[in-house]
C-alpha cells in the first residue's frame, strides 16, 4: 500500500508541476510591457481607449532608440519617433512638396547662401521655454559642434549635405542659417533638423540628453523601457496642429513573424517590413491588412565603370554603352515584382522618384529577343557555346526585399541572353558594403539607394561627381556633369526641370544603372485604424484616426 | 584545495584574455566599423572625421592594448551608439536576461529529474519509449523553430498566452521596489512561460536523457541490489542510493547548463521581443559596437567560469572520494 502510494509520488509531483505552470497561465494578465515601479503605465490595448480614457496607437518597429541624444540619433525607426517630438522649421509631409512648419516662410539672399526664417509665435517647448530664433540657432550650433562628436543624421549628414558654415539670430523669431553657397536642397535638407530649446538642453548637458527629452513637437515623451517600448503622450498646448491620438506607443518587436502575431492578435496596430510570406496570414486575419506602397528607396544593378575590371570580357562589354542599353530589355522586372516581392511595380524609367521623374521617358519593356538584337550589333556575339561574354555579378545578401532571389532571376535573365553570370552572394555589412564604398564592387552589382518625393534634384545627387562617394560606378559622362553643374546653382525652378530631364534623358540613353524598381515597403495595418503609409518609410501619426 | 583554487583563477585569467583577444579581432575582421555609423551618402571625408570621433583611426594592436588596459581597471568603455558605459548597458539588461535563465533552468532541471527517473524505473516500456521521443524531438528542433510555433498555437490561435513582452520582477526587486517586484510576479511567469519552455526544452530533453541513462548504470550495480536484497523499500533504493550517485554527470552538465542557456537567449530574446543582455549583444554585434560585446562577452565568460569551478567544488561534497589537486 505505501510502497504504491509512493510509487505515484514522482507523477504526482510531475502533475504538480505542470499544475502549477498552468494555473500561471490563467494568472490574471499584467500588462505586456512595464517599466520597474510603474505596473501599469504601458497597458497595451491597440487603439483603445486606455484605463483612463486615452486613446492609443501601438506601433511595433524591429529596432530600438540607441539613446535619447536627437542628433546621435540615426535610424528610420529612430527618426519616426523623434518627428513626433520635435518641430522642424519646414516640413515634407511625403506629398511632393515642402512645407512650413515652425517657419512661417523663409527668405534667401542675393547669393542665395543666407536663408531667414521667421518663425511662429508662441511656440513653447514642452516644458514651457519659449522656442525662439536664438534656439534655432542653438540647434544647428549644437548639432554641428564638433566637441559633440554626434554621428547621427542630422549632423552626420544632413549639415555636411547642406553645406552648413553657421547660424544667426537676425531678431527674436528670425534666425538666419549660413551656407558655404546657394544649395537647392536645402529647405529639404532642414526639414530633418529638429528643433530644441537652448536652456533646456544647454542645463541638460551631453549626459542628460541621452536620457531625458524636452522636445518641441506634437508628442511629448513620456517613458522608455529599453528594448522593449517608447510611450509618447499628446501635447495639448502645441499650436500647429492637433493629432487625433493622445498617446503613441512605440513598441520594439526584432522578429517579423512576432510582429505579424502581435497584429493578428490585436496588440499593435501598425507593423513594418512584412515579409511576403505573411501577407496572407494578416490578410486573412479579419482584423488587419497589408497596405503597400512603392518606397523610395531605387534598388538598381549598377555597372562598374573603373578601369580596374578591363582585364576581364564583362568589364569591357559593359563600357560600351549599347551593351548597358542591351541588357536593359533582358530583365522581366514587373515579373519579379510579382512573383519575388508580392507587388505590383511599375519599371523604374530612371533614378528619380515620381512624380519628379522624366513623364518623357518610358520604362524598358521586357524583351529578350530586343536584347540578343542589340548585343549582336554592338559586338557580342553568342560564341559556339552560346555565351556572349562572361561577367561577375556581386549583392548584398539580407539588407533589401527577398535581395538573394531577386539577384538570382537577374542573374537567370541575364544567362537567358548569352551572358554568362558569375553571381557572388556577400555578407552585406562585413564584404559588400566596404567594397561598395570603396567603388570595388562587380562589375555589376546589386543595390539600394535612398531617394525622396521632395526633390528630383535630390535622387540625382548620387552623381554629383565622377568619383563622388554615391556614385559606386564612376559613369562619367561630361554632358550629365556640365548639366549638374547648372543644376546645382540654378535657382529657376523651371530651368531646374528642364536641365533634370535632360539629365533623365542622358541617363536613359546611356545607363550607368540597370534600371529596376522602387522597393516597395508593406505595412501591415489594424483594421480599426485610418492610416495612409507614405512613400519614405516615414511613420506619421499626426493625422492617423480610427477607422469609422 | 587552497592551490587548487590560487591555479583555477590563474587559468580564468588566461581564459578571460584569450576571450578578449578573440572577440575584439573577429569584431574588427567582419569590416569597417565606421561605415555603420555614417549616412550611405557620406563622403570619405565625412567617413574619416567619424572613423576619427569613433577612435577606430588607431592601429588595430594600439586599439586592443587600450581596451585590455582600461579593463583591467574595470573601464570597459563607452557603447559607440549610446555612449554611455558599456558595462552598465549589460548590467541594465542583466535582470531580464537572469530570469529568463533561471526560469529556463528550473523547467530543464525539475521536469528532467522526475522524467528520467521514470523512464529508467520503467525501462523497456511504453513510457519509457514515450520520453525517449520526446528527448529525440527535443533535441531535434530548432529553438527559433520551436518559439515562433508556440507563438503561432499558444499565443496566438489558443490565446493562452501573450506573444511577447516582459514584466520585470528582478529589476524591482534590485531597486527596493519590493511590493511591485511581488505583484509582477503572476504577469511575469505568464510572460516567462513561452519564451522559458522554448529556452529549456533541448536542456530538459538531454537532461531526462541523461538522468535516465546514469540512473540505468548506477540501478545495475551490485550496491543497489545488496540494497534490495537486505529489504530496503524501492523508494529508499532509488532516493538515497542510486539516484545520489546518479546526479554526478548531471550536475557537471547543470553546472554548465547556465552558460548554454545564456548562449542560446540570443535568438530566443529575438523571437519573444525580451528586453535582456543576448538582443543587446544581437543588436550591438550587428552594430559592430565593439565595447558593449566585449563587456557582455568578458562577463559571462566569467561568470562561466566561475560556475564550473564552484560545480568542481560540488562534487566534492557529492562523493567524499573525489579529491581536488
Redesign the interface.
Known amino acids: 500500500m505505501h510502497e504504491k502510494l509512493r510509487n505515484s509520488l514522482i507523477p504526482a509531483l510531475l502533475v504538480c508541476c505542470f499544475g502549477l505552470l498552468m494555473s500561471a497561465c490563467a494568472a490574471p494578465s499584467a500588462p505586456a510591457t512595464q517599466s520597474a515601479g510603474e505596473t501599469d503605465a504601458a497597458a497595451s490595448t491597440a487603439s483603445e481607449e486606455t484605463s483612463d480614457g486615452a486613446t492609443r496607437v501601438v506601433v511595433a518597429q524591429s529596432v530600438d532608440l540607441d539613446t535619447l541624444e536627437p542628433y546621435i540619433i540615426s535610424s528610420r525607426p529612430g527618426t519616426n519617433i523623434y518627428g513626433h517630438l520635435f518641430v522642424t522649421l519646414y516640413q515634407d509631409p511625403g506629398t511632393g512638396e515642402l512645407l512650413p512648419y515652425a517657419a512661417e516662410s523663409y527668405t534667401e539672399n542675393e547669393e542665395g547662401n543666407e536663408l531667414t526664417f521667421k518663425l511662429h509665435e508662441g511656440l513653447t517647448c514642452h516644458n514651457g521655454e519659449p522656442l525662439t530664433a536664438e534656439d534655432v540657432v542653438y540647434s544647428f550650433q549644437r548639432a554641428a559642434n564638433p566637441e559633440n562628436a554626434f554621428t547621427g543624421h542630422v549632423a552626420g549628414y544632413v549639415l555636411d549635405a547642406l553645406g552648413y558654415v553657421d547660424a544667426r539670430v537676425e531678431s527674436d523669431l528670425e534666425a538666419t542659417v549660413i551656407l558655404e553657397q546657394f544649395n537647392p536642397l536645402a529647405i529639404g535638407l532642414i526639414s530633418d533638423v529638429w528643433l530644441l530649446c537652448k536652456d533646456t538642453y544647454e542645463e541638460l548637458g551631453l549626459e542628460g540628453a541621452s536620457t531625458q527629452v524636452v522636445g518641441s513637437g506634437p508628442y511629448q515623451f513620456v517613458e522608455w523601457v529599453k528594448d522593449d517600448y517608447l510611450l509618447l503622450q499628446k501635447w495639448n498646448d502645441f499650436t500647429l496642429s492637433s493629432p487625433f491620438f493622445d498617446e503613441i506607443e512605440w513598441k520594439v518587436i526584432p522578429e517579423s513573424s512576432t510582429r505579424t502575431a502581435e497584429l493578428i492578435a490585436g496588440n499593435v496596430d501598425i507593423i513594418t517590413n512584412v515579409p511576403p510570406d505573411q501577407h496572407d496570414a494578416v490578410n486573412n486575419s479579419g482584423k488587419a491588412a497589408i497596405e503597400g506602397v512603392a518606397g523610395t528607396r531605387r534598388i538598381y544593378v549598377g555597372f562598374n565603370q573603373r578601369d580596374i575590371y578591363d582585364d576581364t570580357e564583362g568589364g569591357r562589354a559593359i563600357k560600351d554603352p549599347a551593351v548597358r542599353v542591351a541588357l536593359q530589355y533582358a530583365v522581366d522586372v514587373p515579373t519579379i515584382c510579382q512573383t519575388l516581392l508580392a507587388f505590383d511595380c511599375e519599371r523604374a524609367s530612371s533614378m528619380v522618384n515620381p512624380p519628379n521623374d522624366n513623364p518623357n521617358l518610358e520604362p524598358y519593356p521586357y524583351d529578350p529577343e530586343m536584347a540578343e538584337k542589340l548585343l549582336d550589333e554592338a559586338g557580342y556575339p553568342r560564341g559556339d557555346d552560346g555565351v556572349r561574354f562572361d561577367i561577375v555579378f556581386q549583392a548584398g545578401q539580407g539588407r533589401y526585399l527577398n535581395d538573394v532571389a531577386v539577384v538570382q532571376a537577374i542573374a537567370q535573365y541575364l544567362t537567358d541572353v548569352g551572358v554568362n553570370v558569375d553571381l557572388q552572394i556577400m555578407d552585406f555589412n562585413a564584404e559588400f558594403v566596404p567594397a561598395l564604398r570603396q567603388h570595388d564592387v562587380g562589375p555589376l552589382y546589386f543595390v539600394g539607394t535612398g531617394g525622396s518625393t521632395w526633390s528630383g534634384i535630390s535622387d540625382v545627387a548620387d552623381i554629383s561627381e565622377p568619383q563622388g562617394s554615391t556614385n559606386y560606378t564612376e559613369w562619367n559622362n561630361p554632358e550629365w556633369f556640365t548639366r549638374w553643374s547648372e543644376l546645382s546653382g540654378t535657382r529657376d525652378p523651371e530651368r531646374q526641370r528642364e536641365l533634370l530631364n535632360e539629365m533623365l534623358e542622358i541617363f536613359y540613353n546611356d545607363p550607368p544603372w540597370l534600371l529596376l524598381y522602387f522597393q516597395p515597403d508593406f505595412y501591415g495595418v489594424s483594421d480599426r485604424l485610418d492610416w495612409t503609409p507614405r512613400r519614405d518609410e516615414v511613420i506619421n501619426l499626426t493625422n492617423a484616426t480610427l477607422s469609422q | 584545495m587552497g592551490n587548487y583554487l590560487i591555479r583555477r583563477l590563474l587559468q580564468t585569467v588566461i581564459v578571460i584574455f584569450g576571450v578578449t583577444l578573440l572577440t575584439f579581432f573577429s569584431l574588427h575582421l567582419?569590416?569597417?566599423p565606421t561605415?555603420?555609423?555614417?549616412?550611405?551618402?557620406?563622403?570619405?571625408a565625412?567617413?574619416a572625421e567619424?572613423r576619427a570621433?569613433?577612435g577606430f583611426d588607431k592601429p588595430l594592436s594600439r586599439q586592443y592594448i587600450d581596451f585590455v588596459t582600461n579593463a583591467a581597471r574595470g573601464d570597459f568603455g563607452n557603447?559607440l551608439?549610446?555612449?554611455?558605459p558599456a558595462f552598465d548597458l549589460v548590467m541594465?539588461?542583466l535582470p531580464a536576461t537572469i530570469e529568463l535563465t533561471l526560469f529556463a533552468m528550473f523547467v530543464a532541471i525539475?521536469?528532467a529529474v522526475?522524467?528520467g527517473?521514470?523512464a529508467a524505473m520503467n525501462r523497456g516500456t511504453a513510457l519509457d519509449g514515450g520520453v525517449m521521443l520526446f528527448a529525440m524531438f527535443g533535441q531535434s528542433m530548432p529553438s527559433f523553430w520551436l518559439g515562433?510555433m508556440l507563438?503561432?498555437i499558444v499565443?496566438?490561435r489558443l490565446?493562452?498566452?501573450?506573444?511577447?513582452?516582459?514584466?520585470?520582477v528582478l529589476?524591482?526587486l534590485f531597486?527596493g521596489?519590493f511590493m511591485?517586484a511581488f505583484?509582477?510576479i503572476?504577469?511575469?511567469?505568464?510572460?516567462l512561460?513561452l519564451p522559458g519552455v522554448t529556452l529549456a526544452t533541448f536542456s530538459l530533453a538531454r537532461n531526462a536523457r541523461l538522468i535516465r541513462s546514469s540512473m540505468l548504470e548506477v540501478l545495475s550495480q551490485d550496491y543497489i541490489t545488496t540494497a534490495k536484497a537486505k529489504g530496503l523499500?524501492?523508494?529508499t533504493v532509488v532516493g538515497r542510493h542510486a539516484f545520489r550517485n546518479a546526479l554526478i554527470p548531471f550536475i557537471t552538465i547543470v553546472g554548465l547548463e547556465f552558460g548554454f542557456l545564456l548562449s542560446g537567449v540570443v535568438v530566443i530574446e529575438?523571437?519573444?521581443?525580451w528586453?535582456?543582455v543576448g538582443?543587446?549583444v544581437f543588436?550591438s554585434i550587428?552594430q559592430?559596437d565593439i565595447p558593449v560585446v566585449q563587456s557582455a562577452v568578458i562577463f559571462f565568460s566569467l561568470l562561466f567560469v566561475l560556475l564550473n569551478l564552484l560545480v568542481d567544488l560540488v562534487y566534492t561534497t557529492l562523493d567524499p572520494r573525489i579529491r581536488l589537486s
Open positions: 567582419a569590416g569597417d561605415l555603420l555609423y555614417v549616412s550611405e551618402r557620406a563622403s570619405d565625412e567617413i567619424t570621433k569613433l557603447s551608439r549610446t555612449r554611455t541594465e539588461r525539475v521536469f522526475p522524467i527517473i521514470l515562433i507563438i503561432l499565443g496566438l490565446g493562452w498566452l501573450p506573444i511577447s513582452g516582459h514584466v520585470p529589476q524591482p531597486e521596489h511591485v505583484e509582477n503572476p504577469g511575469a511567469i505568464n510572460h512561460i523499500r524501492t523508494w529575438t523571437v519573444f521581443s528586453p535582456g538582443r543587446l543588436n550587428n559592430r
